[in-house]
C-alpha cells in the first residue's frame, strides 16, 4: 500500500472546497430562529411544510404530489416498496447506478437491463423488450449526467419514453438528482413536466447541489401514489429529520442554492474538463463520452485490458475507482467509472497518471 494520499475518483460526493458550509450554518441558525416549535417536534411523514411546499412550486405541481424523505434512495426503496412486488418485471438502463440494482434485486424484481446510449437508453431496444411479451411495472432512468455513464438522454427519447409508458402500462421512474448541475448545453425538460398520462414519479435530492450530510431529497407523483406512501412512512419512522429539511428550505428561499449550484457546476466542469485531457494524454485507447454535467465520467479501456485488474493496481498506486461491473448484471469487465467531484484540481492530472501506471502494469 502506498504511503501517498488517496486520490479517490469513486466518491459520488462534493468535495469540501464547494460545500457552503457558511451559508449552511446561517441557515440553521435561521430555521431555529423562525420556527422552533415546528423543527423541533416530530412532525409529518410527508416533510417540512415549507420546504414541501418549495419543492412543489420549483416542480409546478400540487403539494400533495411531494414527499420529502431522508435523501433521494429513501424515496427510491419507498417507491420500490410500494410498486414492486417479486417476481415483478422492471426495466434499469445498462449500466446503471448500483445500488438501484441492488434494492431492485433484492426485492426480487426480474431486472431487464436496457442500453444505455450517447444520447439515452436505447428506446428500440425497450421496444423490442416490450413487444417481446415483458410488462415490466416501472422503467427506472436517470435522465440528466447519467449515474454511472455520464450521459444525457435526449428530447426525442424522453417522448419516445412516455409514450412507451403509456401504450404498455408502466410507471418512468425518473430519477433525477444531477438535473441542476449543467456545464454544457441547454437543459432538457423534465419527463415529470412532459408527462400528461400520469406516468411520471419523479425523484431527486439536495445531495448533489447542496451536500449528502443534510440527506434530504424527495418524491414527486400522482397525488395518491403520495399518499399511500407517506402512510407507509409514517409507520416506518413518524417523520423524517425536520431540522435538516428546514436547513435546506432556509437555504433555498434565501437564493444560497443558487450560489451553491452555480459553484459546484463551475468546479465540476473544470474537473470534468481536467481529466478529459489528462485521460486523453495519459492513457491512449481509452474511450469515453465526455458528459455536459454531473459527476462522473465512464471509461472503457483500452482492449483486452481487465477493469477488475486495474481497480487493484490502482488501488495499490492509490488511486480509488469503481469497477464497471458493479454497474451492470453482466459484462462491464473492461470499464471503469471516474468521479470527479470528490478530487480537486490539484489531484486529477495525478491521479490520471497514477491510473496509466496501473493500465500499464495490467498490460504487462
Ligand atoms: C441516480 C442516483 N439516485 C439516487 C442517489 C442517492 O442520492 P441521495 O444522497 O439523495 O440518497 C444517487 C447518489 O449517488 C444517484 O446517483
Known amino acids: 500500500m502506498t504511503t501517498e494520499q488517496l486520490i479517490s475518483f469513486a466518491r459520488g460526493?462534493?468535495?469540501?472546497?464547494?460545500?457552503?458550509?457558511?451559508?449552511?450554518?446561517?441557515?440553521?441558525?435561521?430555521?431555529?430562529?423562525?420556527?422552533?416549535?415546528?423543527?423541533?417536534?416530530?412532525?409529518?411523514?410527508?416533510?417540512?411544510?415549507?420546504?414541501?411546499?418549495?419543492?412543489?412550486?420549483?416542480?409546478?405541481?400540487?403539494?400533495?404530489?411531494?414527499?420529502?424523505?431522508?435523501?433521494?434512495?429513501?424515496?427510491?426503496?419507498?417507491?420500490?416498496?410500494?410498486?414492486?412486488?417479486?417476481?415483478d418485471a422492471v426495466v434499469v438502463e445498462r449500466p446503471t447506478y448500483d445500488r438501484t440494482l441492488l434494492n431492485l434485486r433484492n426485492k426480487g424484481g426480474q431486472v431487464h437491463q436496457v442500453t444505455i446510449q450517447p444520447d439515452g437508453v436505447d428506446t428500440d431496444e425497450l421496444r423490442k423488450l416490450l413487444e417481446s411479451g415483458v410488462r415490466p411495472k416501472l422503467a427506472h432512468i436517470i435522465p440528466n449526467y447519467q449515474n454511472p455513464a455520464g450521459v444525457t438522454l435526449s428530447l426525442e427519447k424522453r417522448r419516445a419514453l412516455l409514450d412507451l409508458a403509456g401504450e404498455y402500462g408502466f410507471t418512468i421512474f425518473e430519477d433525477d438528482p444531477y438535473a441542476d448541475i449543467r456545464f454544457r448545453g441547454e437543459a432538457l425538460p423534465s419527463m415529470l413536466s412532459m408527462d400528461d398520462k400520469g406516468v411520471v414519479v419523479h425523484a431527486s435530492s439536495f445531495t448533489k447541489t447542496v451536500c449528502p450530510g443534510v440527506r434530504v431529497g424527495y418524491l414527486v407523483g400522482p397525488a395518491t401514489l403520495i399518499a399511500g406512501i407517506a402512510k407507509r412512512a409514517t409507520n416506518l419512522y413518524i417523520s423524517p429529520g425536520m431540522v435538516a429539511?428546514?436547513?435546506?428550505?432556509?437555504?433555498?428561499?434565501?437564493?444560497?442554492?443558487?450560489?451553491?449550484?452555480?459553484?459546484?457546476s463551475t468546479a465540476l466542469g473544470e474537473r470534468a474538463s481536467l481529466l478529459a485531457t489528462a485521460l486523453r494524454e495519459h492513457i491512449?485507447?481509452?474511450?469515453?463520452?465526455?458528459?455536459?454535467?454531473?459527476?462522473?465520467?465512464?471509461?472503457?479501456?483500452?482492449?483486452?485490458?481487465?477493469?477488475?485488474?486495474v481497480f487493484t493496481a490502482a488501488a495499490e498506486r492509490g488511486v480509488a475507482v469503481v469497477k464497471g461491473s458493479d454497474f451492470l448484471l453482466e459484462g462491464g469487465e473492461g470499464a471503469l467509472r471516474l468521479a470527479f467531484s470528490a478530487v480537486t484540481v490539484d489531484q486529477i492530472e495525478e491521479g490520471v497518471r497514477r491510473l496509466a501506471a496501473a493500465v500499464e502494469a495490467v498490460r504487462g
Open 13 to 87: 460526493a462534493p468535495s469540501l472546497d464547494i460545500v457552503d458550509v457558511e451559508g449552511l450554518k446561517a441557515a440553521a441558525v435561521r430555521a431555529f430562529e423562525a420556527d422552533p416549535a415546528g423543527i423541533t417536534a416530530y412532525g409529518t411523514s410527508v416533510g417540512y411544510p415549507p420546504l414541501r411546499k418549495w419543492i412543489a412550486d420549483k416542480h409546478g405541481v400540487s403539494v400533495d404530489q411531494v414527499l420529502v424523505t431522508n435523501g433521494s434512495l429513501q424515496a427510491d426503496a419507498f417507491l420500490f416498496d410500494y410498486l414492486v412486488q417479486s417476481g
Open 245 to 264: 429539511q428546514a436547513i435546506v428550505h432556509e437555504f433555498c428561499v434565501s437564493g444560497d442554492i443558487d450560489r451553491s449550484i452555480q459553484t459546484v
Open 284 to 309: 491512449p485507447g481509452v474511450r469515453f463520452t465526455e458528459p455536459d454535467g454531473g459527476y462522473f465520467l465512464w471509461i472503457e479501456l483500452p482492449e483486452g485490458v481487465s477493469a477488475d485488474k
